[in-house]
């Protein structure tokens, strides 16, 4: 079975230019997850969807950054304006109906702003 | 609010010894309990989980975790440890009402010859 696919996996970009995060996630997955991961803060919730719906964007950090997903297959997580402490690694995840909260993690998007 | 505490920053443990990492959790209802493992440069993946039932489950790569709901902890665990398991190790705990887990800070594990 695929997994969950994020890409880029890897990105660098100079501060203030557009960065575009892709998910796919597990077919038949209903749950979607933005996580950002640094040294200094650790791992972060930044927004989950169900259904394609945003449910819980309060980890957002501020409005520079949005995530969409305008399917069951396919989200973005959009970073506009990048700042160099926007540099993580972002990872997607999913999660099924009836797992109970069971979440499945992609490999990460690891950005650098410089 | 839910919340789960890993009081070991760091472990450091030699190789063929066990291995127990601490995971203390913080909700009013029954929890789900996940230990995930992210090696360097990798995501996290699941490791084991617990829902209901025996409170000693078994997970993947020889690891196991007891629940206690006295103690309110939910402990890593392996008889012995082999060289590839140095990672980094995080208890998440989740429950019925709310669809995203809470994650601990992690506990990295170094593993010497």
Redesign the interface.
Same mark, same amino acid.
């Given at each position: 079975d695929a997994g969950?696919i994020q890409s880029p996996r890897h990105e660098v970009t100079e501060m203030g230019q557009e960065v575009t995060l892709r998910c796919k996630p597990i077919s038949g997955h209903n749950?979607l @997850?933005w996580y950002r991961q640094t040294m200094m803060r650790? &791992?972060e &919730?930044l927004i %989950?969807f +169900?259904n394609n719906v945003p449910?819980?964007d309060s980890g957002m950090p501020e409005d520079r950054f949005s995530a969409k997903m305008p399917n069951a297959s396919f989200s973005t997580l959009k970073i506009q304006p990048s700042e160099p402490r926007d540099s993580a690694v972002y @990872?997607c995840?999913s999660?099924p109906t009836g797992e109970? +909260?069971?979440? %499945? @993690?992609?490999?990460?998007s690891w950005l650098t702003v410089v | 609010a839910q919340s789960v505490t890993q009081p070991d920053i760091h472990i450091t443990v030699s190789e063929g010894a066990s291995l127990e990492l601490r995971c203390n959790y913080s909700y009013g209802a029954t929890p789900?309990l996940?230990w995930?493992v992210q090696s360097p440069g990798? *995501? =996290?993946? =699941?490791l084991l989980?617990y829902?209901s039932g025996d409170t000693l489950v078994q997970g993947i790569k020889g690891f196991e975790a007891e629940f206690k709901r006295s103690q309110s902890s939910f402990n890593l665990r392996k008889p012995s440890v082999h060289w590839s398991d140095a990672a980094e190790y $995080?208890c998440a705990v *989740? *429950? !019925?009402g $709310?669809?995203? =887990?809470v $994650?601990g !800070? *992690?506990t990295r594990l170094l593993v010497s010859p």
């Open positions: 969950v749950s @997850f650790g &791992l &919730l %989950y +169900n449910i819980d @990872f995840a999660s109970r +909260n069971t979440i %499945y @993690f992609g490999e990460g | 789900y996940f995930y990798q *995501g =996290l993946q =699941l989980k829902f $995080f *989740g *429950g !019925t $709310f669809q995203k =887990l $994650f !800070t *992690g």
